[in-house]
T-cell receptor
Framework: KQEVTQIPAALSVPEGENLVLNCSFT??????LQWFRQDPGKGLTSLLL?????REQTSGRLNASLDKSSGRSTLYIAASQPGDSATYLC???????????????FGQGTILTVHP | GAVVSQHPSRVICKSGTSVKIECRSL??????MFWYRQFPKQSLMLMAT?????????EQGVEKDKFLINHASLTLSTLTVTSAHPEDSSFYIC????????????FGQGTRLTVV
């Protein structure tokens, strides 16, 4: 059974800091990995999608890496801003085939607070 | 980008009544839709996967007679919580994928259900 763990559970940093969020998964047979942002009481916004064959993806101040063999991914946020405050969720998508239909398994999330 | 619209965003109902939640893909055809449940300060738990025109696949422990899912078209899936009880109060989120569920998942805004 795939399990996804995110560390730290919560993080509070001053504005401007570069930070790293960690995600680990137990079964390396994944199809892809996706990072999301969730604001309180809201749905999920997709940030980055990394295919299993890729090592990293970048979007603006965000960079996500994937080391499939060791079951790890990191989300790097450069020059953090108060508007980045949210919960960040990592999710892995199981491999193709069977009845999995590509379902996502989520980590518990990292609650990020960036204070001015 | 792909837009998934979920309605209603909030609903309060009396115990014993049924509530229907709609999930629509606005600018793409979603062959696969997923329904998740999220408890306070917890991550998302997949409830069921639905493919257009076929019966939903429920995760272990999810009562299919209580949580009725219909995916009658490529742009609409509905989740009906039947005979709701206070313990069904939760945040329900849907997601949609273009083809087969393995591509990037896009999420709705979520529905906060409160059963009184």
């Amino acid at each position: 059974k795939q399990e996804v763990t995110q560390i730290p559970a919560a993080l509070s940093v001053p504005e401007g800091e570069n930070l790293v969020l960690n995600c680990s998964f137990t079964d390396s047979a994944i199809y892809n990995l996706q990072w999301f942002r969730q604001d309180p009481g809201k749905g999920l916004t997709s940030l980055l999608l990394i295919q299993s064959s890729q090592r990293e993806q970048t979007s603006g101040r965000l960079n996500a890496s994937l080391d499939k063999s060791s079951g790890r991914s990191t989300l790097y946020i450069a020059a953090s801003q108060p508007g980045d405050s949210a919960t960040y969720l990592c999710a892995v998508r199981v491999g193709a085939g069977g009845t999995s239909y590509g379902k996502l398994t989520f980590g518990q999330g990292t609650i990020l607070t960036v204070h001015p | 980008g792909a837009v998934v619209s979920q309605h209603p965003s909030r609903v309060i109902c009396k115990s014993g009544t049924s509530v229907k939640i709609e999930c629509r893909s606005l600018d793409f055809q979603a062959t696969t839709m997923f329904w998740y449940r999220q408890f306070p300060k917890q991550s998302l738990m997949l409830m069921a996967t639905s493919n257009e025109g076929s019966k939903a696949t429920y995760e272990q422990g999810v009562e299919k007679d209580k949580f009725l899912i219909n995916h009658a078209s490529l742009t609409l899936s509905t989740l009906t919580v039947t005979s709701a009880h206070p313990e069904d109060s939760s945040f329900y989120i849907c997601s949609a994928a273009r083809t087969g569920g393995y591509t990037e998942a896009f999420f709705g805004q979520g529905t906060r259900l409160t059963v009184v």
